[in-house]
């Protein structure tokens, strides 16, 4: 959590530093509270949102009106934070305990989030827990990928399970990994998938069929969406398409460092109604870190 806020608070441009400049003028005109919700839209918090958030801020005595900084500051901070919702349970399903067997997370998301590099890492996180762990290489497109996760794999002790041929059956690479935390008796068993979206019908059928075939061996705990944080409105689009293949039950936010675009934590949990539970912040083997609302805001926010 630490890290988070932190990191954030390096970034050039975070949008709550811009949101704080407006409201902490003598007088708010029209034109301030435009340049609010601007502030707010550019950050892909989205129209919505903005517009609620715009309304409570205007209706917030604790706010408008007030000539204290450090007032208005907490007034936002709880806006921005209720808006990130802290209600959300953000606990990854393989922390929970399970019945004898290993718990499944299936990656999701298109080339170039850094999906396979995220799955890595989120090895790392598990093995540093004293969890065993297993992965499956089910990008079978791209050998690079496969090759990327076996690296990761020799990094952290884990084994990775691929198949030696380019274009093989994602499907049959996913039952095979299956097995094989199973017959492991592996805590955790990451599947990467994928990321291309040729087409929609194709994915649905490709990620749908990953799933049955897994689910044949051990139940689906959790399947984690891995969008780039600065891609905005298109990141959105990505998400719908995901959800609607396999659905989703958590993202990961990758690039979350270059936070003036960090609205997409708010537009993203709004359209999906799943959490963001992961963020990364940089290119480091240590740098995934579980998603605090707080943290974030006061990242976004910077010192006080």
Not at 7 to 36: C, M, Q, Y
Not at 50 to 59: A, F
Not at 221 to 243: H, K, R, S
């Amino acid at each position: 959590m630490t890290r988070l806020k932190a990191r954030l608070a390096k970034s050039p441009n975070p949008f709550g530093k811009a949101l704080f400049a407006i409201l902490t003028k003598d007088h708010l005109s029209e034109s301030d509270w435009e340049d609010v919700e601007d502030t707010l839209l550019m950050a892909d918090v989205g129209a919505d949102a903005s517009e609620q958030l715009v309304k409570q801020l205007r209706d917030d005595a604790r706010i408008t009106g007030q000539k204290d900084p450090a007032a208005v500051r907490r007034g936002l901070r709880q806006r921005l934070i209720d808006l990130v919702d802290p209600d959300m349970d953000r606990t990854l399903a393989a922390a929970r305990p399970q019945a004898n067997r290993p718990s499944v997370i299936i990656m999701v998301g298109v080339n170039g989030t850094g999906k396979t590099t995220t799955a890595g890492k989120l090895a790392r996180l598990f093995v540093a827990d004293g969890k065993s762990v297993v992965m499956g290489a089910a990008d079978t497109f791209r050998a690079a990928a496969a090759d990327q996760l076996e690296t990761w794999g020799g990094k952290v002790g884990v084994p990775v399970v691929r198949s030696d041929r380019d274009g093989a059956d994602p499907a049959s690479v996913a039952f095979e990994a299956a097995e094989r935390a199973k017959n492991d008796q592996a805590d955790v068993l990451i599947v990467d998938t994928a990321g291309r979206l040729q087409n929609k019908a194709n994915l649905m059928d490709q990620l749908g069929k990953i799933r049955r075939v897994i689910e044949k061996n051990l139940p689906v705990d959790e399947v984690l969406l891995v969008l780039d944080a600065t891609t905005g409105q298109n990141g959105m689009i990505q998400a719908q398409v995901f959800a609607q293949a396999i659905g989703v039950t958590g993202i990961v936010l990758t690039k979350l460092d270059g936070s003036a675009k960090g609205g997409i934590v708010v537009s993203v949990q709004r359209e999906l109604g799943v959490p963001v539970k992961l963020v990364g912040l940089g290119e480091g083997p240590d740098d995934l870190a579980v998603f605090d609302p707080e943290s974030f805001v006061d990242g976004i926010l910077g010192d006080e």
